[in-house]
């Protein structure tokens, strides 16, 4: 199956992706409130675990009582996730006009499950394709860290968290093979800079996908 991408018609769909401890919950939830204050309407979500059903997924594939998982079950319920959240959250939101800001997104699920678990990559990504509908970020913006460092921000961890250096080294790789191979799509950005002055990056980059509220 070779599903294309698709980019919403209407409104406009923003993702943050990058390793743990990078900033992407802070840079996403800054990006609506200054939106908002501009006059636009902004959805703030994430994933996984933004439905009534991905709250359940997201308990299964994070907490630490799990224990260990096939692999191909981890990306499945992951990928359930992913269906639920764009069906009832993400999609109706865009066909309302809305700018849908999201907290990860596919490019995780490729990043942790494909490169971190070492799964097919092309497997994975049909998977993910299909039960997203092929739906594309206008714009994902990628905030690069050294797992050493965003791991170190953590007292607790999660399942994934939990994960060895080279884990997360190779998931760090994939996002940003991700993003090299679709600049016009990405933007990548250092998450070691001052927040005010990463925030001032990503509006540079949207405002040209932005119509005036």
Do not use: N
């Not at 090299?180 to 950005?189: E, G, M, Q, R």
């Amino acid at each position: 199956m070779d599903l294309p991408a698709t980019y919403a018609r209407t409104g406009v769909f923003v993702c943050f992706e990058g390793g743990e401890g990078s900033g992407k919950s802070t840079q996403a939830r800054l990006l609506g409130e200054r939106l908002r204050a501009a006059g636009h309407t902004v959805l703030l979500t994430f994933e996984p675990g933004d439905t009534e059903v991905g709250k359940e997924l997201r308990r299964i594939v994070l907490s630490p009582e799990t224990g260990e998982l096939s692999h191909r079950t981890e990306a499945l319920l992951y990928a359930a996730d992913k269906a639920e959240h764009v069906d009832t959250v993400v999609q109706p939101a865009l066909d309302r006009g809305e700018v849908v800001i999201t907290d990860r997104y596919v490019d995780t699920l490729l990043a942790y499950q494909g490169s971190g678990r070492e799964l097919r990559m092309a497997e994975v990504e049909e998977v993910a394709r299909w039960a997203t509908h092929g739906l594309r970020p206008h714009l994902t913006v990628v905030l690069d860290v050294d797992p050493r460092e965003g791991l170190g921000r953590f007292e607790g961890r999660d399942r994934i968290e939990a994960e060895g250096l080279e884990f997360h080294d190779r998931a760090r790789r994939s996002f940003l093979e991700l993003a090299a191979a679709d600049p016009d799509h990405y933007v990548v950005l250092d998450a070691r800079l001052p927040v005010d002055e990463i925030a001032a990056a990503i509006d540079d980059r949207l405002a040209p996908l932005l119509v005036a509220p």
